[in-house]
């Protein structure tokens, strides 16, 4: 069973603020392996700014920047490795093996995939998934997941 969430966020900082929940209701369960979220939309659809928040809600108070050409930006906050991945660039998925795509996956680390569909094949399963789509003002987000007690932690946002 897959639950599913729909909020529409007015601007970018409820986008952040969305973020910033979202990174409560995961630290909240206290999940003691490699946690995976999929950012899926467009080009400035607010993947990035909803990233910052989530950052943000863990602790980091520096800049987040946006992996386009790294590929990967990690930070260290919350007690846990986080590594935010945009994988648009890339032109093959069989890259992510040169890059040491395993090395990331442990215990106490967090992975942010923006553009998943690129990696298909190599990055482990979501355990949460985000579209967000442009609104005439603001952004619309869809939430899934197959964990519905992490489903239900960010329905009581």
């Not at 007690?79 to 990331?104: K, M, N, Q, S, V």
């Not at 442990?106 to 979501?126: C, N, S, V």
């Amino acid at each position: 069973m897959i639950g599913n969430l729909c909020r529409d966020l007015s601007d970018a900082e409820a986008t952040e603020a969305f973020g910033k929940s979202v990174a409560g209701a995961v630290t909240a369960l206290r999940i003691d392996r490699a946690v995976v979220i999929y950012l899926f939309g467009e080009l400035g659809a607010g993947k990035t700014t909803w990233v910052r928040g989530f950052l943000r809600g863990l602790g980091h108070e520096g800049a987040t920047k946006s992996p386009t050409y790294t590929l990967v930006e990690p930070y260290q906050c919350g007690g846990r490795d986080i590594y935010h991945f945009d994988l648009y660039r890339l032109a093959d998925p069989e890259e992510l093996e040169y890059l040491g795509i395993g090395e990331y996956c442990h215990d106490q680390a967090i992975l942010i995939f923006e553009w998943p569909d690129k990696g298909r094949g190599m990055i482990p399963a979501p355990d949460l998934c985000l579209q967000l789509d442009y609104l005439s003002d603001g952004r619309h987000v869809i939430v899934t997941s197959e964990n519905l007690e992490l489903m239900a932690e960010i329905a009581s946002l």
